[in-house]
Nanobody, 116 residues
Framework: QVQLVESGGGVVQAGGSLRLSCAASGSISRVYNMGWYRQAPGKQRDLVATFNSDGSTTYAASVNGRFTIYRDNAKNSVYLQMSSLKLEDTADYYC??????????WGQGTQVTVSS
């Protein structure tokens, strides 16, 4: 089974930027969809941004215009560029990928803390 490894989390001041990376151990060229979720303490895991099966992207309303998801199939990686970070963006960020006929795959998560 393909594994996902996230990196790039850390502590950043409000208004700052951060880029998260998700590297897959196998090819993502035929992934059905792939994206980022986040989970703040005491809250459910929510979608942040994702590539859909038709290649389009979907963003949560709270990050639209501030975050950008992009991919590099040659590197089997998906990235999340986060700008204008807010305190409420603090969460554990998880990469998720789905291939047809296989269960969803999750990474181990990377922590993002936005400080005032």
């Amino acid at each position: 089974q393909v594994q996902l490894v996230e990196s790039g989390g850390g502590v950043v001041q409000a208004g700052g930027s951060l880029r998260l990376s998700c590297a897959a151990s196998g090819s993502i060229s035929r992934v059905y969809n792939m994206g980022w979720y986040r989970q703040a303490p005491g809250k459910q895991r929510d979608l942040v941004a994702t590539f859909n099966s038709d290649g389009s992207t979907t963003y949560a309303a709270s990050v639209n215009g501030r975050f950008t998801i992009y991919r590099d199939n040659a590197k089997n990686s998906v990235y999340l560029q986060m700008s204008s970070l807010k305190l409420e963006d603090t969460a554990d960020y998880y990469c998720n990928a789905v291939w047809i006929g296989s269960p969803p795959v999750w990474g181990q998560g990377t922590q993002v803390t936005v400080s005032s």
